[in-house]
C-alpha cells in the first residue's frame, strides 16, 4: 500500500486570543480552530474560507481529528453532522446518513437530552456524542476535495475572460449565466441575507430561468447537498401582493414556477420567496431563516489593477503596501469587523505613524454630506481591541499596540468603563469606544498580494 505522507504545520495565531493548529493529509488540509463557536457559527466559519464543517469519512480522517485534539488538548469539537433539518435522524453536512460516518456513538448516545440535542460533538477518544446545537465547541475545518475546481469541466469561457483572474476565492463560476456563485448554509432572514451579499459584493440570487435553477441546484447538490429550501431574491417588500426581485424585476420576467402555482400572498408586504431543491418557488414570512445563494455576474465585476482585488474602491499606498477602502455606511465595531471580513479584507491597522497620516488624510478628504447623520460620530473605527486576558490593547491579529507599531492615544485615554474596542479621531489619535452602540465609519484594509481571487478555468 502506497505510504501515506503526513505533514504537521504548527500555526501559532493569536487572532482574539484564538489558537489554530493545520493539518495536511494525503494532499488535504484540516485546521482546527480552538475558539469555541455555536454549531451553526462554526459551519459559517468554514464555509467563508472556502471551507467544510470536517466529519471523519474513515479511520485516517479519525486519527487526524484525534491527533489535532491532543495537540490542542480539546476534549470536544463539534462535526459536520446535525438533525435539526430531518426530523431527529442525524445526517451529514451533505445529507449522508450516519452509517457513511466512520466512528461509533458514545455509551449510552444519542440520548437527545431535554429534547434539545440535534448537533454532533467528537470526544477526544474518538466516539460520538450529540449535544444542544447552542452549545459551544471547538470545531475542524477541512478542504473540499474539489474546492478550487469549477462545476462544469468542460466550461467554456470567452476567450478574453480565460486565464484571467476574476473573483473571490470562495465563489464558483457557472456557466449558464456568466455568473459566480456562492452558498451560504447557515439559515438568516430575508433582509439579512440579502444584506450579506451586498457587504461581500453580490447581490441575493434569483433565478432567472430553468437552466438556471437546474445549474445552481446542480451546484448544490455537490457542495451543500442538505439544502432543502432556500431564499431568494424577489420578495413583496416594496408593495403588498408585488413580486419583485431584487435588481427591481417583477417576477413575470424572470423564472416563475410556484409549488402552489401561485404564491399565497398571505404574508402582505412581509412575503419572502424560497426555492426548493426540487425546482419549485414558495412564499414565506421575511423574519423566518432560510439558507442562501449570493451572486456576482461576471460582466458587473469591476476589478482594481493596484490592488489586484474585484473591488474598485480600494486605493493602493505604496508606502504602506496595502489598499485601503473608506466605508460611509455607519456601523459599530463589531458590525465593521464584520463587514471587512465579507470583503475578505480586515478592519484596518495601524503600523506606523506615516500610515495614520495617510488614515488621517482619507477620514478627513471622503466626502461625507451624502450620509444621513455622518458627523454623530467623531472616530473611525480600526482594528484593535481590549484583551481581557491579556490585560491590554491589542489588534485583531494578536499584537499589542507597541508592537504592531502605533500607541499614540488622545489625551486622558484609556478612560471609558465597558468601551473595549478601538478607533481613530480624526486627528490620527487612538481612543477606546463602546463596542455595540457607536455607530461609526470604519476602513477597511487588504495588504497587496492577499489571495483573495480565483482564476476562470477552461
Known amino acids: 500500500m502506497k505510504r501515506s505522507v503526513y505533514l504537521l504545520i504548527f500555526m501559532f495565531v493569536s487572532c482574539y486570543g484564538r489558537d489554530t493548529l493545520s493539518y495536511t493529509y494525503n494532499n488535504t488540509k484540516y485546521k482546527i480552530y480552538s475558539r469555541h463557536l455555536q454549531w451553526s457559527a462554526a459551519l459559517e466559519s468554514c464555509a467563508s474560507k472556502g471551507l467544510e464543517l470536517f ?25 459536520g453532522i446535525t438533525s435539526e433539518n430531518f426530523n431527529g435522524v442525524f445526517t451529514t453536512i451533505y445529507g449522508k ?17 431535554g429534547g434539545q440535542e440535534e448537533c454532533v ?20 475545518c477541512k478542504e473540499h476535495e474539489s474546492q478550487f475546481d469549477v462545476v462544469n ?28 456563485y456562492k452558498a451560504h448554509p447557515v439559515p438568516m432572514q430575508w433582509e439579512s441575507a440579502r444584506r450579506k451579499c451586498i457587504m461581500e459584493g453580490a447581490s441575493l440570487f434569483y433565478p432567472e430561468d430553468e437552466d438556471e435553477v437546474h445549474e445552481v441546484t446542480r451546484y448544490l447538490n455537490q457542495t451543500q447537498p442538505w439544502f432543502q429550501y432556500m431564499f431568494v431574491g424577489i420578495s413583496t417588500r416594496l408593495a403588498s401582493g408585488l413580486y419583485m426581485t431584487v435588481d427591481g424585476e417583477p417576477i413575470r420576467n424572470v423564472f416563475n414556477e410556484w409549488y402552489r402555482k401561485v404564491p399565497s400572498g398571505a404574508n402582505g408586504r412581509n412575503s419572502c420567496v424560497t426555492l426548493s431543491r426540487e425546482g419549485f418557488l414558495n412564499d414565506i414570512k421575511c423574519s423566518e431563516e432560510r439558507p442562501f445563494v449570493c451572486k456576482k455576474k461576471a460582466s458587473s465585476i469591476e476589478w482594481s489593477k493596484d490592488c489586484d482585488v474585484p473591488y474598485k474602491d480600494y486605493i493602493y499606498n505604496a508606502d504602506t503596501g496595502s489598499c485601503y477602502k473608506f466605508h460611509l455606511q ?14 475578505q479584507a480586515k478592519l484596518a491597522i495601524i503600523n506606523t505613524v506615516e500610515e495614520a497620516n495617510y488614515l488621517v488624510n482619507i477620514s478627513n478628504n471622503t466626502p461625507k454630506d451624502m450620509v444621513r447623520g455622518w458627523y454623530l460620530c467623531p472616530y473611525v473605527h480600526l482594528g484593535y481591541n481590549y484583551d481581557a486576558t491579556e490585560n491590554d490593547w491589542r ?64
Open 395 to 458: 489588534t485583531i491579529t494578536g499584537e499589542s499596540l507597541q508592537k504592531a507599531g502605533y500607541s499614540v492615544w488622545d489625551d486622558y485615554q484609556v478612560d471609558g468603563e465597558g468601551e473595549r474596542c478601538g478607533a481613530m479621531l480624526y486627528n490620527g489619535r487612538l481612543n477606546d469606544v463602546n463596542c455595540e452602540n457607536l455607530k461609526c465609519f470604519f476602513v477597511c484594509e487588504i495588504e497587496k498580494g492577499h489571495n483573495m481571487t480565483a482564476y476562470i478555468r477552461r
Open 55 to 79: 466529519y471523519p469519512k474513515n479511520q485516517n480522517e479519525l486519527n487526524v481529528a484525534k491527533k489535532l485534539m491532543k495537540e490542542m488538548e480539546l476534549k470536544y469539537i463539534f462535526v
Open 153 to 180: 469541466s468542460d466550461i467554456s469561457v470567452p476567450a478574453s475572460k480565460s486565464k484571467e483572474i476574476f473573483f473571490r476565492n470562495d465563489y464558483k463560476y457557472l456557466k449558464h449565466k456568466d455568473s459566480f
Open 121 to 140: 460533538v467528537l470526544r477526544a477518544d474518538g466516539t460520538y456524542n450529540d449535544d444542544n446545537c447552542s452549545h459551544v465547541f471547538p470545531y475542524i
Open 330 to 343: 455607519r456601523l459599530n465595531w463589531r458590525e465593521a469587523v464584520e463587514a471587512c471580513d465579507d470583503e
Open 97 to 113: 446518513n450516519m452509517s457513511d460516518v466512520y466512528g461509533k456513538w458514545g455509551t449510552g448516545e444519542p440520548n437527545n437530552a
